[in-house]
Each structure stands twice: as structure tokens, then as C-alpha cells.
């Protein structure tokens, strides 16, 4: 390859002159790549690892942090269900909705 004449091709061949480099973190063969792997997980980590609150809490943390958003949050029942979703999809003037599979 030439030497780069733009500033973008410049980056470009950057970016894949890194992406080539034998030496990349986790390379099976490179034990320099096996040691930053290990200098990474010896990184401590003194947050907490499992959540204090319990679940009903947590759904309505979650709850509060989608409505941050403006999120359309709708609590329903099993029975209740197919009556919210028609009504959402009156309000929001819509006939169908997409469902995926499963």
C-alpha cells in the first residue's frame, strides 16, 4: 500500500495496521497479549457484585429509570394484557404490532 495522501487514509490505514498487529490482547499464540489479558482480571473491582434490593425494588428502579426516558411504561396482569395493548395502540392511532418469534 502507497503512503497515505488524506488525513482519512491515514486513519484508515491506522486503523487497519492495528487491527493486524500480531501482538493484540488475547492473540492464542502471544504470550504478551496472555499478560495484559491477565493485568486486566487482576484489575480490582470493589463495586458490588450482586444488588441489594430486592425484586420488586428493583422493577420499580427500572420502571423509574425508563420513565426518565419517557419510555411508555404500562403495568399489566395476564388477564389484563391484551386490554393495555389495545388501548396503547388506540392511543397511539396504530392497528398492528410487531411481535417476534418465541
Same mark, same amino acid.
Given at each position: 500500500? /502507497? ?9 484508515? %490505514?491506522? *486503523?487497519?495496521?492495528?487491527? @493486524? ?21 487482576? *484489575?480490582? =473491582? ?5 444488588? &441489594? +434490593?430486592?425484586?420488586?425494588?428493583? &422493577?420499580? &428502579?427500572?420502571?423509574?429509570? +425508563? ?8 403495568? @399489566?396482569?395476564? #388477564? /389484563?394484557?391484551?386490554?393495555? *395493548?389495545?388501548?396503547? +395502540?388506540?392511543? =397511539?392511532? %396504530? /392497528? #398492528? ?6
Amino acid at each position: 500500500m /502507497s503512503e497515505p495522501t488524506t488525513a482519512r487514509d491515514a486513519m484508515l %490505514k491506522n *486503523i487497519r495496521g492495528e487491527r @493486524a498487529r500480531p501482538d493484540q490482547v488475547g492473540a492464542p499464540d502471544n504470550p504478551r497479549g496472555n499478560d495484559v489479558d491477565r493485568s486486566y482480571s487482576a *484489575i480490582p =473491582r470493589n463495586y458490588l457484585h450482586r444488588d &441489594l +434490593l430486592d425484586l420488586e425494588d428493583r &422493577l420499580y &428502579l427500572f420502571e423509574q429509570r +425508563l420513565r426518565e426516558y419517557d419510555a411508555g411504561v404500562y403495568q @399489566a396482569t395476564a #388477564s /389484563s394484557l391484551p386490554s393495555i *395493548i389495545a388501548r396503547v +395502540l388506540s392511543f =397511539r392511532e %396504530k /392497528s #398492528s404490532i410487531a411481535v417476534p418469534q418465541g
